[in-house]
């Protein structure tokens, strides 16, 4: 199954590591545009010490690796009336705290007396230009979107002329004019009413200045660069809500899907995200978030929806004991405490369950590049339940390993507990190299003796990013390669003496093009994997099986082959950051029957609580996984009835994903 990719921005890998304390905002004008270059003074109210920064060419700012406490933020902007708030700064979180200017009053040069010659004329002035910033106000707020708010360039230089005004915005002349303009002014350091002077009337109106952007944050790992662009990765660009002690998350996951080999149960095989055919279907419904206060962490999110049943179905360990915990864990996918702390650039220590890395693909499919990811994903494990440990020495390098009870498994299938773990390597914005690990575990139900070993390794890259254009703004690939296998209790890595070869080789490659400023994309690729012994490959839910029961239908011996292929090619259509919606044509083969035909893959009249046994042409269990007993038992040749598999499927399908 699939494992989510860490992130700078990117969660999983991260925890809430990935978000530095600090405070990000916008700077808003009069009329609610946004002000360019703002000068904004960051204090901490504690022990006095101050960080500037300015506001950008869309009016945001940033400022990181702040020590948790109060602070005061003045934001200051030549021909505004300073803006002032103040925030409470928490370990890892970014406070968000937005600024809006008032207009600034008139202010006189200090030389000037207190009463100004030719008032009268003054005033007539005052009202033609006020006259001026009401049509241009108007023309502001016909727009869709506030522009970032600048003064005509004439009003700018009409105020050039009286040597007793202080060079301010036009606005300012009117303080109760809801209107709006700033000057492209750089910033002076403090108010303009405190540090301007006035130039002669010769003087011309200020040129246009180039924003200042934000300082890069080289402290939070992985927030160098924006990866919202790999497979794997959720591409929310900002938190819906977030607060100091929590932030949540929501995903909303349905689609529909037609399988061409129109199955007469509608029942799809063989795969971790298509289960019906021909139907509306709700994949995913979760609710949840993390939580962080004072470095201590939290995570929860629930699984409703199909993923409620199919997931938990290929987990085995679920057999081993008493107390039933596919019930127990059945609507959780992450749930787990744990401790920040300030090591290098972060340790994380954490305790639960977690979502597995092992092959590239995100558990949630809101975060990948197609709907349906390749065999290597699939066949490898959706979640770990365990300890892991996070250690980030650099901001482009993490180093985390596990111990786990087993490769996806609830419980410990045997004596040993799996260890395993990832190192993750960013060293550019373009660029990813994960390498992912494990191994010891004894992961085969009731053979303690098999142990297995399993390595998945990816690499992604970016080769071309325009993200204005309205033409192709991006264009990346990734490619992924699995090997692995199980050895001991009659079966080896390679064959030969010891019993047959049990292993797992696997790859596969997609290579992704968006268009529009991101607003479209499409993705194509495949994959195959060779997996003698069958020991990753998923058993269809053939009358019911799952992982524990297993089916005569399709057997998991020693020895039994499993050599498959598939490609895909996916639309997706991304108006909002929070919402993908998708159309994929898709195509799996395998080499012996495996996927669901005309015919289905239930027995006559459903369902009989026998999975492990055959079933006679009357719907009842033969009471046998022995074929000729099972003739035997339901009254000799042609008695026993089979499901109709299918060595391809081809299937259509579409949907819409949310992630807030």
């Not at 027995?603 to 026998?610: M, T």
Request: proline share 6%; with cysteine.
């Amino acid at each position: 199954m699939v494992a989510a990719v860490l992130s700078g921005g990117i969660q999983y890998a991260l925890g809430q590591s990935n978000v530095s304390t600090g405070i990000q905002g916008t700077v808003h004008g009069p009329a609610g545009g946004s002000v360019v270059d703002a000068r904004l003074t960051v204090k901490n109210l504690g022990n006095d010490t101050t960080q500037c920064t300015t506001s950008d060419a869309a009016g945001k700012y940033c400022v990181r690796n702040l020590i948790p406490g109060a602070y005061e933020i003045v934001a200051a902007k030549y021909g505004f009336s300073d803006a002032t708030t103040r925030v409470v700064v928490t370990p890892q979180r970014q406070v968000h705290a937005d600024l809006k200017f008032k207009l600034a009053k008139v202010v006189r040069t200090a030389a000037e007396p207190t009463e100004i010659k030719n008032l009268g004329a003054i005033e007539a002035r005052m009202e033609r230009l006020e006259a001026q910033l009401k049509k241009y106000e108007e023309q502001l707020s016909s727009r869709e979107q506030p522009p970032v708010e600048t003064a005509p360039s004439s009003l700018v230089a009409a105020l050039g002329k009286d040597p007793n005004l202080v060079p301010i915005s036009p606005a300012t002349l009117a303080p109760d004019l809801k209107g709006t303009v700033a000057s492209n002014v750089a910033m002076p350091t403090g108010s303009a009413a405190q540090q301007s002077t006035l130039p002669s009337s010769s003087s011309s109106a200020p040129q246009n200045q180039a924003p200042v952007a934000p300082a890069v944050d080289l402290q939070t790992p992985f927030a160098f660069g924006d990866f919202t662009w790999l497979n794997g990765s959720p591409r929310n660009k900002d938190e819906a809500v977030d607060t100091p002690f929590f932030t949540p998350e929501v995903r909303f996951d349905s689609n529909y899907m037609e399988d061409f080999n129109q199955p007469v149960d509608h029942s799809m095989g063989g795969t971790t995200e298509s289960f019906r055919s021909g139907e509306f279907q709700v994949e995913q419904a979760s609710v949840g978030g993390d939580f962080h206060w004072q470095d201590v962490r939290g995570r929860i999110l629930t699984m409703f929806g199909l993923f409620a049943s199919t997931t938990a179905r290929n987990d085995a360990s679920t057999a081993v004991g008493q107390w039933d915990l596919r019930t127990a864990y059945r609507y959780i996918s992450e749930a787990y405490g744990g401790y920040h702390f300030n090591v290098n650039h972060g340790l994380n220590v954490d305790a639960g369950i977690f979502v597995s890395y092992v092959g590239l693909f995100s558990y949630y499919n809101f975060d990948n590049w197609t709907y349906q990811p390749s065999y290597v994903s699939s066949n490898t494990p959706w979640f770990f339940n365990g300890l892991r440990v996070q250690w980030f020495p650099t901001n482009k390098l993490k180093i985390e390993p596990w111990v786990i009870n087993g490769w996806q498994s609830y419980a410990k299938f045997n004596g040993h507990l799996g260890l395993g773990g990832q190192i993750l390597w960013q060293p550019q914005e373009w660029f990813k190299l994960v390498l992912n690990n494990y191994g010891n575990g004894t992961d085969t139900l009731d053979i303690p003796g098999r142990s297995r070993l399993h390595t998945d390794d990816s690499i992604e890259v970016r080769y071309f990013n325009k993200p204005e254009s309205s033409g192709i703004s991006k264009l990346a690939f990734s490619l992924t390669g699995d090997a692995g296998c199980e050895y001991g209790a009659g079966v080896t890595c390679h064959g030969g003496k010891g019993g047959p070869k049990q292993s797992f080789l696997g790859w596969m490659a997609h290579n992704r093009v968006w268009w529009d400023k991101d607003l479209f994309a499409i993705t194509v690729g495949g994959g195959m994997m060779n997996n003698p012994g069958r020991f990753l490959t998923l058993i269809p839910p053939i009358n019911g099986a799952d992982a524990i029961s297993g089916t005569p239908y399709f057997t998991t011996n020693p020895g039994d082959k499993a050599h498959m292929w598939d490609s895909t090619i996916t639309f997706n259509w991304m108006p909002k950051q929070y919402i993908t919606w998708w159309l994929e044509g898709g195509y799996r083969h395998s080499d012996v029957p495996y996927w669901t035909g005309r015919g289905g893959i239930t027995p006559p009249g459903g369902n009989n609580g026998a999975p492990a046994y055959y079933v006679c042409n009357t719907g009842a269990t033969a009471g046998t996984a022995d074929l000729t007993s099972a003739y035997a038992a339901c009254g000799g040749p042609g008695s026993v009835w089979f499901p109709d598999l299918r060595r391809g499927e081809a299937t259509l399908s579409a949907g819409v994903m949310v992630k807030f």
